[in-house]
Nanobody
Framework: QVRLVESGGGLVQPGGSLRVSCAAS????????MSWVRQAPGKGLEWVSR????????YYTDSVKGRFTISRDNAKNTLYLQMNKLESGDTAVYYC???????WGQGTQVTVSS
């Protein structure tokens, strides 16, 4: 059974940092690029970042470049997103996804507010 379980979300002040994690199981994690996608209140899904199978390449949407860092640990079947200098516009539910196979987690809420 495929599972993607996000954790680490919460409430953080503007300018703060947070790291969200995604534990994967039920498929060969190291064989797939992985992505983070977010959905802000009342808006559609927005792709945030992607990392290749062996971490050789990473990609970011323009609004998070220089602030967010995606990483993975294939030995632990875990995906991470380190988020720094958070802004109110980063408030969203963050999902990890194996987009090639269309596997998605349940999401973790990140709220940036003073």
């Amino acid at each position: 059974q495929v599972r993607l379980v996000e954790s680490g979300g919460g409430l953080v002040q503007p300018g703060g940092s947070l790291r969200v994690s995604c534990a994967a199981s039920g498929f060969t994690f190291s064989n797939y690029f992985m992505s983070w996608v977010r959905q802000a209140p009342g808006k559609g899904l927005e792709w945030v970042s992607r990392i290749d199978r062996d971490s050789s390449s990473t990609y970011y949407t323009d609004s998070v470049k220089g602030r967010f860092t995606i990483s993975r640990d294939n030995a632990k079947n875990t995906l991470y997103l380190q988020m720094n200098k958070l802004e109110s516009g980063d408030t969203a539910v963050y999902y990890c996804a194996n987009m090639k196979s269309d596997y998605w987690g349940q999401g973790t809420q990140v709220t940036v507010s003073s």
